[in-house]
T-cell receptor, first 114, second 119 residues
Framework: AQSVTQLDSHVSVSEGTPVLLRCNYS??????LFWYVQHPNKGLQLLLK??????LVKGINGFEAEFKKSETSFHLTKPSAHMSDAAEYFC????????????FGSGTRLLVRP | GAVVSQHPSWVICKSGTSVKIECRSL??????MFWYRQFPKQSLMLMAT?????????EQGVEKDKFLINHASLTLSTLTVTSAHPEDSSFYIC???????????????FGPGTRLTVT
């Protein structure tokens, strides 16, 4: 079975400092992995996705993630946090059967201090 | 491209009444739509998967008689919460996947969500 584990429920950073949101996955096959962001009372916005091409994936708003098979990780990073980055972030794996269902992690709330 | 809308964005209804939520793919044909539920400060939980023209497939533990899903066209799916109760209050999000510019795409595109409050 495939799953993702987000290691931190909350992460707090100061504006202008780096962001690291951690995600580990479990999959028997090469997974398709995603990071989504959700601002309060809003829908989901796709930040980036990994689909077995380049292991370093660049997304929108300066975010990037690196797929590390040896560590079964797909951590999300950003060099410099902005106040507008404060939101809930979800690491997601797509099932490799014909359903293509998405399996969501528990989420990490990013707080950005001025 | 790949825009999904939901209507209404928020709704308040009285206990015992039914409420319908619409999910539309605005610029592509959605062969499959998914309905998720999100409780406050929690992750998204898949409720059901609907394929155009066929019955929805519900996840374990989701009452199909309570959450009626219809996917009658390639651009519209509806979720009806029947005999709603306060515990049904939640954020409901739909997503859709299908053919963009004639090419089958496995990505899911999410709607903005509907906040349901049952009083």
């Amino acid at each position: 079975a495939q799953s993702v584990t987000q290691l931190d429920s909350h992460v707090s950073v100061s504006e202008g400092t780096p962001v690291l949101l951690r995600c580990n996955y479990s999959s028997s096959y090469s997974p398709s992995l995603f990071w989504y962001v959700q601002h309060p009372n809003k829908g989901l916005q796709l930040l980036l996705k990994y689909t077995s091409a380049a292991t370093l994936v660049k997304g929108i708003n300066g975010f990037e993630a690196e797929f590390k098979k040896s560590e079964t990780s797909f951590h999300l990073t950003k060099p410099s946090a902005h106040m507008s980055d404060a939101a809930e972030y979800f690491c997601v794996v797509r099932r490799m059967d014909s359903s293509y269902k998405l399996i969501f992690g528990s989420g990490t709330r990013l707080l950005v201090r001025p | 491209g790949a825009v999904v809308s939901q209507h209404p964005s928020w709704v308040i209804c009285k206990s015992g009444t039914s409420v319908k939520i619409e999910c539309r793919s605005l610029d592509f044909q959605a062969t499959t739509m998914f309905w998720y539920r999100q409780f406050p400060k929690q992750s998204l939980m898949l409720m059901a998967t609907s394929n155009e023209g066929s019955k929805a497939t519900y996840e374990q533990g989701v009452e199909k008689d309570k959450f009626l899903i219809n996917h009658a066209s390639l651009t519209l799916s509806t979720l009806t919460v029947t005999s709603a109760h306060p515990e049904d209050s939640s954020f409901y999000i739909c997503s859709a996947r299908g053919a963009l510019a004639g090419v089958l795409n496995y990505e899911q595109y999410f709607g903005p969500g509907t906040r349901l409050t049952v009083t």
